[in-house]
């Protein structure tokens, strides 16, 4: 029987421990503390995924060596700014030979890595062949209730993601490959951002119009930058692109579109982090995107007004004002960067 080891009892570890188990996989999620380990050994993660029964194949411990020995497949399923630490202590205790899932969607706020460099710079280049990010559109909470669902494996290694897709392919739960990894990663870590927006304008009381401008907008650059990292286009316009997109800007389940409610209803970055009670990645994605925009010479102006927002008490109201009052813009122009020929498009 394969044994999964998850590092990480929050909600996404639970939701992803219940797609194995349902599939008869023994899964052992590490936990912090014990008393959250008590809770899922006792059937439901009530912290992190209140009211989903959990599968007997599940268990939670909170030492880590018992946790990662003898597992096939090691889940890292942690935010974006423990996982290098955790990372450090397990590998010593995990096999040699073992699949290494992550599926934080962040990035390195202090190197503005993305987090597969960072598991190159701990666990050496060639272990990146046995690397899968796995991200797309999903909220745990729906996939902890088998709501059908499609997200991506990304890894330099195709048979690698494959292995990835085979582990979670269900009836419920559908795994596409990508081999653009850098692509797959910046899709999921920068639509967080833009969940923060699409959140703070649905506090201020707007419309699905602005929600859409946003989205659509913070698409173009999104794109703007995956590409000036080597990303391939298409990606955005897939599973970890828009498709994640969509989901987090849209739905009540997403902790970044909460907490831009909560400051767009008035209440300051730290109290809208605390109501949320979970990670909110995007505030750490913000200060990293906008320092990747600086040092790749591209233009993101919702990001930088979110980045205003957030850090340097920009009232949301003026935010808006300032995006609504940019300069006229070539819409095509402003995704690819280029000069695009009026005459070639009509
Ligand atoms: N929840 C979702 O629907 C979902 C879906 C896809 C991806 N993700 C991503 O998965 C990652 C984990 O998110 P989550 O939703 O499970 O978060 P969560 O807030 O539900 O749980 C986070 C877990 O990490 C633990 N943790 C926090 N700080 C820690 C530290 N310093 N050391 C060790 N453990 C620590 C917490 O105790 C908790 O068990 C994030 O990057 C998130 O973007 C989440
Ligand atoms: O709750 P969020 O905002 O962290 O979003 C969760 C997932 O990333 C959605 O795919």
Same mark, same amino acid.
């Given at each position: 029987?394969?044994?999964?080891?998850?590092?990480?009892?929050?909600?996404?570890?639970?939701?992803?421990?219940?797609?194995?188990?349902?599939?008869?996989?023994?899964?052992?999620?590490?936990?912090?503390?014990?008393?959250?380990?008590?809770?899922?050994?006792?059937?439901?993660?009530?912290?992190?995924?209140?009211?989903?029964?959990?599968?007997?194949?599940?268990?939670?411990?909170?030492?880590?060596?018992?946790?990662?020995?003898?597992?096939?497949?090691?889940?890292?399923?942690?935010?974006?700014?423990?996982?290098?630490?955790?990372?450090?202590?397990?590998?010593?205790?995990?096999?040699?030979?073992?699949?290494?899932?992550?599926?934080?969607?962040?990035?390195?706020?202090?190197?503005?890595?993305?987090?597969?460099?960072?598991?190159?710079?701990?666990?050496?280049?060639?272990?990146?062949?046995?690397?899968?990010? @796995?991200?797309?559109?999903?909220?745990?909470?729906? /996939? #902890?209730?088998? *709501?059908? &669902?499609?997200?991506?494996?990304? !890894? $330099? =290694?195709?048979?690698?993601?494959?292995?990835?897709?085979?582990?979670?392919?269900?009836?419920?739960?559908?795994?596409?490959?990508?081999?653009?990894?850098?692509?797959?990663?910046?899709?999921?870590?920068?639509?967080?951002?833009?969940?923060?927006?699409?959140?703070?304008?649905?506090?201020?009381?707007?419309?699905?119009?602005?929600?859409?401008?946003?989205?659509?907008?913070?698409?173009?650059?999104?794109?703007?930058?995956?590409?000036?990292?080597?990303?391939? @286009?298409?990606?955005?316009?897939?599973?970890?692109? /828009? #498709?994640?997109? *969509?989901? &987090?800007?849209?739905?009540?389940? !997403? $902790? =970044?579109?909460?907490?831009?409610?909560?400051?767009?209803?008035?209440?300051?970055?730290?109290?809208?982090?605390?109501?949320?009670?979970?990670?909110?990645?995007?505030?750490?994605?913000?200060?990293?995107?906008?320092?990747?925009?600086?040092?790749?010479?591209?233009?993101?102006?919702?990001?930088?007004?979110?980045?205003?927002?957030?850090?340097?008490?920009?009232?949301?109201?003026?935010?808006?004002?300032?995006?609504?009052?940019?300069?006229?813009?070539?819409? @095509?122009?402003?995704?690819?960067?280029?000069?695009?020929?009026?005459?070639?498009?009509?």
């Amino acid at each position: 029987m394969t044994k999964v080891a998850m590092v990480g009892a929050g909600s996404w570890a639970t939701a992803l421990a219940l797609v194995l188990a349902r599939k008869n996989m023994r899964v052992v999620l590490w936990s912090r503390r014990q008393e959250l380990a008590d809770l899922i050994n006792q059937g439901e993660n009530s912290r992190y995924l209140p009211g989903i029964t959990l599968h007997p194949g599940i268990t939670a411990e909170t030492d880590l060596e018992k946790v990662l020995f003898d597992a096939q497949v090691v889940v890292f399923a942690v935010p974006s700014h423990c996982f290098r630490d955790l990372l450090i202590k397990s590998w010593p205790l995990i096999r040699p030979d073992a699949t290494i899932i992550n599926v934080a969607k962040g990035l390195d706020e202090s190197t503005l890595l993305r987090l597969s460099q960072v598991y190159a710079e701990e666990a050496g280049e060639a272990a990146l062949d046995r690397y899968v990010v @796995l991200s797309g559109p999903s909220h745990a909470e729906e /996939v #902890g209730r088998n *709501i059908p &669902t499609a997200v991506v494996a990304a !890894s $330099r =290694n195709l048979a690698t993601a494959e292995l990835v897709q085979d582990l979670f392919m269900s009836p419920n739960f559908r795994v596409y490959t990508n081999p653009d990894v850098v692509g797959v990663e910046l899709g999921g870590a920068l639509k967080n951002i833009i969940a923060l927006g699409t959140g703070v304008a649905d506090g201020l009381g707007f419309g699905d119009n602005t929600k859409a401008a946003m989205m659509t907008r913070g698409l173009a650059e999104i794109t703007r930058l995956g590409f000036s990292m080597g990303a391939n @286009l298409l990606t955005f316009a897939g599973l970890a692109g /828009v #498709g994640d997109l *969509i989901v &987090t800007c849209t739905s009540m389940h !997403s $902790r =970044n579109r909460r907490c831009g409610i909560e400051i767009g209803k008035g209440k300051s970055l730290a109290e809208a982090v605390a109501s949320v009670q979970m990670v909110v990645e995007g505030v750490r994605t913000t200060k990293v995107a906008w320092q990747l925009a600086r040092r790749q010479g591209i233009e993101m102006p919702i990001t930088d007004q979110i980045y205003q927002v957030l850090f340097n008490n920009l009232t949301p109201r003026e935010a808006v004002l300032n995006l609504m009052s940019r300069g006229k813009k070539l819409e @095509l122009e402003e995704v690819t960067g280029g000069n695009i020929s009026w005459t070639l498009h009509n």
